[in-house]
């Protein structure tokens, strides 16, 4: 992405937890909130604290907050909100309404039952998220989620950004080989 978009400033702000890149006026904020009903302080920390002063630090900024937040805020985000009460986490309540940035999939899809995360010992759920300033959200074309080779679904979303320079697209043809490992397909 270095070669096609013009980020600057990519910074650590918690290791493996949290990073930021700017491209133009916007703040790119890539998270990885701490997993499991066991980490429910810590990640109600993370997002008190960590999530919570890196916005206010960059308050002027038209923030784009993406990653895994291995939590829920509503229960149609759990499938028939089996768990729910274990998965919100009322810190990202609170920095979703003092932030004023909102949930790209559920701005577009308000009552869609689509989830990310599928396990079979844990309900599915839709923990990897994108989140907006307010005022970007009229610029998203879409958001879907799409499958991948991990427990986790990926979630894509298309937003016309104005006032970035002109990204150009370097398209390269590379030679590449890759084998399907045989034994997941007997999982």
């Excluded at 133009?24 to 998270?31: D, E, F, P, S, T």
Aim: aromatic share 12%; net charge neutral.
């Amino acid at each position: 992405w270095r070669s096609t978009l013009p980020v600057r400033e990519v910074f650590t702000i918690v290791p493996c937890r949290m990073q930021c890149a700017f491209l133009g006026a916007y703040a790119i904020l890539n998270i990885y909130a701490p997993s499991g009903s066991d980490k429910k302080f810590e990640r109600g920390s993370f997002f008190a604290i960590d999530v919570f002063q890196t916005l206010a630090l960059h308050d002027s900024s038209h923030w784009i907050v993406g990653g895994d937040f291995n939590c829920v805020l509503k229960p149609i985000d759990v499938e028939n909100g089996t768990g729910f009460l274990q998965k919100k986490c009322p810190q990202l309540t609170d920095l979703v309404k003092s932030k004023n940035i909102q949930d790209v999939f559920r701005h577009l899809h308000p009552n869609a039952h689509e989830y990310t995360f599928f396990r079979t010992s844990a309900a599915p759920s839709r923990l990897d998220m994108f989140y907006l300033s307010f005022d970007l959200l009229h610029r998203v074309n879409m958001v879907e989620h799409v499958a991948s080779l991990s427990d986790h679904c990926g979630v894509v979303f298309e937003i016309v950004l104005q006032d970035v320079a002109n990204p150009f697209v370097k398209k390269t043809s590379h030679e590449t080989y890759w084998k399907l490992n045989a034994s997941i397909l007997k999982d």
